[in-house]
């Protein structure tokens, strides 16, 4: 049988979260936007909705199940009130998740609880100079030492670099090649050894984007996540999972803006005649709505084939790549039926254009995305 419905308590947590969204993020979203300070208030008031520990083991304050179809829900509903705090559900998750997976107990132990309970937040580190798309070329390294590892090199565009308390750093052992080599590190950001930089953005500011630099840095061996050489290799598994999530966070952020530029268009009067009445206005509305609404099941797919354990690597590309581009796109439809208010930054239009356009390529950029589906097509003829 096929059902579109969500079940009866996913509902009441989607009405539940989108009121928080409306009455408490909504009001005070362009303050946080401007500037580069991680939103620990609300963060903490995610915390206290559960919304943090979706998922995730119970004896670290989680919810238990693995439940996708839910942290989606969660953070469709969040990104309507403040596209920025709502993120933080799918890269909590993303490293709560890998940690809870394959950590070893001194690092899930220490970190799981405290990141469920908003008291803590943690960076994915892939990126670094010499590129982002093929994860394979990195160089940062990780040489073994009595005890442990050491970690040397650098990773830029970082999300929450100046923020966490923690990063899963990839790193290569010396003389490895492509993805093989790779091993994931639960690296604590106050070790000796870490330096910390901002880097400036066009939007999405209080994620506190920037650079991490490890000069020698010490890890214990138990800091170890995974298995050693098959790091990346976990960490895709979970990227099928944060990319779906990131769509919908994008498709949240642009519902607002089309409901916002409906509510306008029924109220601005221009040639004697509400704007609604022009099909040049509504038209394109009611195309982005159904542009929407496609991609919010598209991204639901993919959730629910991951809720049933089955395969969706394909689905979660796609739910990267378009989502994205029909959240902003929507957002610039929005802008414009607004007029020159629109473009002005008293209202939220402008800033969630910013901030939605960071997932045109954070987690990987469309082109990428549309290589994963390609090569899930046509072989590896197409990962050329
Ligand atoms: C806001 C934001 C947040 C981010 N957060 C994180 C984070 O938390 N952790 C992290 O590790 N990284 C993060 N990143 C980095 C991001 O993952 C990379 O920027 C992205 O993967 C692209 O890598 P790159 O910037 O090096 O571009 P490149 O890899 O140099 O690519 C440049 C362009 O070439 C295209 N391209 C490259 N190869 C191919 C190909 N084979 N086929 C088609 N097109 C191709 C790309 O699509 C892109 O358009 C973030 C980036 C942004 C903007």
């Known amino acids: 049988m096929l059902s579109f419905a969500f079940s009866p308590e996913q509902e009441d947590f989607r009405l539940q979260l989108r009121k928080f969204a409306t009455a408490e993020l909504t009001p005070h979203y362009i303050e946080r936007a ?38 989606g829900i969660a953070t469709e509903a969040l990104a309507y009130g403040d596209v920025n705090v709502a993120s933080a559900p799918v890269l909590s998750g993303l490293v709560a998740s890998q940690l809870a997976e394959n950590g070893q107990a001194a ?8 990141l469920v309970a908003g008291e803590a937040v943690a960076a994915i580190a892939v990126t670094e100079p010499s590129g982002g798309s093929d994860v394979s070329g990195m160089r940062t390294e990780a040489r073994r030492v009595p005890g ?16 966490a308390a923690v990063a899963l750093v990839y790193a290569r052992e010396p003389g490895s090649e492509g993805y093989r080599g790779i091993s994931c590190f639960a690296v604590p950001l106050d070790a000796d050894g870490v330096t910390r930089t901002h880097t400036p953005g066009m939007g999405a500011l209080p994620l506190c984007w920037g650079q991490l630099s490890f000069e020698d840095v010490f890890v214990p061996g138990d800091h170890l996540v995974g298995e050693p050489g098959r790091g990346f290799a976990a960490a895709m598994e979970h990227f099928d999972f944060s990319r779906p999530a990131l769509g919908l ?8 803006s089309i409901d916002e530029a409906c509510a306008w268009a029924v109220q601005r009067e221009a040639f004697g005649r509400p704007l609604a009445a022009f099909q040049g206005v509504s038209f394109p509305l009611a ?63 402008q800033q969630r254009y910013r901030d939605v356009a960071s997932y045109l390529i954070a987690d990987g950029t469309a082109g990428i995305q549309k290589r994963i589906i390609a090569t899930a097509m046509l072989g590896k003829v197409a990962a050329s």
Request: net charge negative; charged share 20%.
């Open 287 to 349: 195309e982005q709505a159904t542009y929407l609404e496609a991609a919010r099941w598209l991204c639901y797919r993919s959730l629910w084939t991951r809720e049933a354990g089955e395969k969706h690597t394909q689905y979660a590309a796609m739910s990267k790549w378009w989502p994205p581009i029909v959240a902003k796109d929507a957002i610039e439809t929005a802008l414009v039926t607004f007029g020159n208010l629109g473009y002005s930054t008293e209202l939220p239009l």
């Open 249 to 256: 966070l994008c498709l949240g952020a642009a519902q607002a």
């Open 34 to 71: 401007a500037r580069p300070e991680f939103s620990w208030e609300a963060h903490r008031q995610l915390a206290g909705l559960g919304v943090l520990g979706i998922g995730l083991p119970e004896k670290y304050g989680g919810s238990g199940e693995l439940d996708p179809v839910t942290l």
């Open 148 to 163: 442990g590892w050491r970690i040397s090199g650098e990773k830029i565009a970082i999300t929450l670099a100046t923020a």
């Open 107 to 114: 690092v899930v132990d220490r970190w799981l609880p405290q």
